[in-house]
């Protein structure tokens, strides 16, 4: 519930599409928001590798975000995410947001490429096995 959290929401009730919009602020369990949704729209104008995206793919969301950072490292155009080069792109954001709602057989076929990705490189079991092999190589050389 930041600075722009009141005014968002007088944008929203302007805009008539408030009833479309949830603001919830801050929550400690977004994977049941995920799970309800289709689309993660991230319009940033820097990232690192966002763990909101990967929670989001992981749920079945299609991310139509920003080409910046290290997103495009799991996000890949056209395959499991949409890629926008500006972050201020409104109209190209808002069309690929349409593409998607507009034909749930790419939707679907994306979100499903998003989980297998998600689930191949990124899940806990994947990434505690990186740690473990970090972990392994530090004894290792601190041993010899």
Do not use: W
Not at 8 to 29: R, W
Not at 36 to 60: D, H, Q, Y
Not at 79 to 103: G, K, P, T, V, W
Not at 112 to 125: E, F, P, R
Request: glycine share 4%; net charge negative; with cysteine.
């Amino acid at each position: 519930e930041g600075y722009l959290f009141q005014s968002s929401v007088t944008l929203a009730k302007k805009l008539y599409i408030s009833e479309n919009v949830s603001f919830t602020g801050q929550i400690d369990d977004p994977a049941r928001y995920f799970q309800m949704s289709k689309i993660l729209v991230m319009p940033s104008r820097s990232e690192g590798l966002p763990t909101t995206m990967l929670e989001a793919m992981a749920c079945g969301c299609v991310p139509v975000v920003s080409n910046v950072g290290n997103i495009r490292d799991v996000a890949r155009n056209a395959e499991n995410a949409f890629l926008i080069d500006e972050y201020m792109d409104i109209e190209l954001f808002a069309r690929q947001i349409h593409h998607l709602l507009s034909d749930e057989s790419l939707r679907a076929g994306m979100a499903q490429q998003g989980i297998n990705l998600v689930l191949d490189k990124y899940s806990a079991t994947r990434q505690s096995k990186v740690v473990d092999q970090m972990i392994q190589k530090l004894f290792t050389a601190n041993v010899n």
